[in-house]
């Protein structure tokens, strides 16, 4: 009796030393944010500018609508970008980018300049854009319709990619971003080992193109973007999916902000980018 009477003591003078911690988590100051691509299309230049906003305070996106933005280019090109809504700055005209060619984006904000540069890449159209019937019984992929694509790798390594799928205009990217490089090989969605003229005889010997990860329905629309990238902006979309799949394990990276190429403490970035595209109608 006296051994469960300490015990009880013990239990309630512990429960009775536990109290809340409050942590203050600073917040560093608000810092300009840029989101913005030019590409080897002929379309207006667009870039937005925001401001960071508290880890624990997202509630409100705070634009910037009184800065200077423009863009200037190897081949000539300077293009002044006008504030047109809710943080975006646009150029009057259609502009597009030169494989080869350096584009510099300026920001003048709040008494600082703001900086990025990037080269435009180059890459070759899309060849092929297919569909094809994958049965059941085949591994771990679902039976159903599906959509690739094929095209060519340029001789020298160090080519990077995001591909942009959209099944009757709908951005399809719930697995996130589809990034690819030529270190990829055969497993590439550019599929330059599969032979696109004999896709039955290529399946019937268990040889599978990569698709684009989502089934599809005869009549659908599909339209594929393919856009030429940096390897820095790669391994930056690849930090931002890392944090933005986060889950709260021990397994998760570290909060963090991603690598960029804003100078002068920006945060986002500025890419440049080689876009080709192609699209098709789902046949049965």
Same mark, same amino acid.
């Given at each position: 009796? &006296? ?24 917040? /560093? ?30 509630? +409100? ?20 970008? !006008? ?6 700055? &646009?150029?009057?005209? @259609? ?21 990025? @540069?990037?080269? =435009?890449?180059? =890459? ?5 854009? =297919? ?20 095209? &060519? ?5 160090? $080519? ?12 399809? $990217? $719930? ?21 696109? +003229?004999?896709? *039955? ?26 856009? =030429? ?9 690849? $930090? !931002? ?5 986060? @889950? ?7 909060? *963090? +902000?991603?690598?960029?190429? !804003? ?7 500025? /890419?440049? *980018? ?11």
């Amino acid at each position: 009796m &006296k051994k469960i009477n300490l015990i009880l003591a013990l239990v309630i003078t512990l429960s009775a030393c536990e109290r809340i911690v409050e942590l203050e988590i600073p917040s /560093s100051d608000p810092t300009i944010v840029v989101e913005g691509q030019i590409t080897s299309q002929l379309e207006p230049w667009e870039i937005r500018l925001t401001v960071s906003q508290p880890y624990f305070d997202q509630s +409100n996106l705070s634009f910037v609508s009184n800065a200077e933005v423009s863009i200037v280019g190897t081949d000539g090109s300077d293009v002044n970008l !006008i504030h047109s809504d809710s943080g975006y700055y &646009k150029s009057e005209f @259609s502009q597009q980018c030169l494989p080869g060619e350096i584009y510099s984006l300026s920001v003048m904000y709040d008494g600082q300049e703001y900086s990025a @540069s990037e080269v =435009a890449p180059m =890459a070759f159209p899309i060849d092929t854009i =297919a569909s094809y019937y994958l049965p059941e019984n085949n591994g771990f992929i679902e039976e159903g319709y599906y959509v690739f694509i094929q095209g &060519k790798e340029r001789p020298a390594k160090g $080519d990077f990619y995001l591909f942009k799928a959209y099944r009757n205009d709908t951005l399809k $990217d $719930d697995f996130g971003s589809n990034l690819d490089s030529d270190e990829f090989g055969s497993v590439s969605f550019l599929n330059e080992d599969f032979d696109i +003229n004999n896709i *039955a005889s290529e399946l019937s010997k268990g040889k599978t193109p990569r698709p684009f990860p989502f089934t599809v329905e005869p009549g659908d629309t599909v339209r594929v973007e393919q856009y =030429a990238i940096s390897e820095k902006y790669f391994n930056y979309i690849f $930090d !931002i999916e890392a944090q933005l799949g986060r @889950s709260g394990t021990p397994f998760d990276p570290p909060p *963090a +902000n991603p690598n960029n190429n !804003i100078n002068n403490g920006g945060l986002g970035y500025f /890419s440049v *980018a080689h876009k080709e595209g192609a699209e098709i109608v789902v046949d049965e």
